[in-house]
């Protein structure tokens, strides 16, 4: 199964349970986040996925940082809030080119953990994740673990394990949002 991650903080609980679900299973870790400005927060997230990957035994592929694209196919949105029209279109880029290398690897399996961003919607994930599935012929894996007592139990895994919390979804437009709101 091949995993997108969008980050350690929506990873390392997600993970821990897929690899309790589908113990069968080669779970193979995704990063592809062309959307996470700037640069040097890439790489700090990175390097966060890479040492969760590590501590749970998950391989990881890094796909393409291309922001150029990724602004391409959001232009027009930008004051798009979080969870609007901008949000969806991140996720349908980003899911299809984790379905395209889902195909590549021969895997008929993909899921994402943007599933537990309590940020995300999970109905928008689901309904683009399955739409890939369908045009594909593979089959998403929606799992949403931040019901129950998810949520916490995430939470105590990031500060158990030392993860990074970042502070705003990555890309840029919410950057500015965050540093407009903190008057910086």
């Known amino acids: 199964m091949l995993v997108h991650i969008c980050c350690s903080v929506d990873s390392h609980y997600f993970l821990q349970k897929i690899q309790k679900e589908y113990p069968d299973e080669k779970i193979i870790g995704f990063f592809y986040d062309p959307n996470i400005h700037p640069y040097s927060e890439y790489q700090l997230r ?36 979080e969870k609007a029209n901008r949000g ?32 995300k919607s999970q109905e928008k994930l689901k309904k683009i994740g399955d739409t890939l599935a369908n045009q594909y012929n593979l089959e998403f894996v929606f799992k949403d673990y931040r019901s129950g007592n998810g949520s916490q139990l995430q939470s105590q895994e990031v500060k158990l394990n030392h993860l990074y919390r970042q502070n705003y979804c990555g890309c840029i437009y919410a950057l500015k949002k965050q540093r407009n709101e903190q008057n910086k």
């Not at 501590?55 to 232009?75: F, H, R």
């Not at 969806?88 to 008929?108: A, I």
Request: charged content about 25%; glycine content about 6%; proline content about 3%.
């Open 88 to 119: 969806t279109v991140c996720f349908d880029k980003r899911l299809e080119v984790t379905v395209k290398q889902s195909l590549k690897l021969g895997h008929h399996l993909f899921t994402t953990t943007l599933l537990m961003s309590p940020l």
């Open 46 to 81: 990175l390097l966060d996925v890479k040492y969760s990957c590590v501590k749970l035994g998950i391989e990881l592929l890094e796909g393409e940082y291309d922001i150029n694209s990724w602004l391409k196919v959001v232009k027009g949105l930008e004051k798009e809030p």
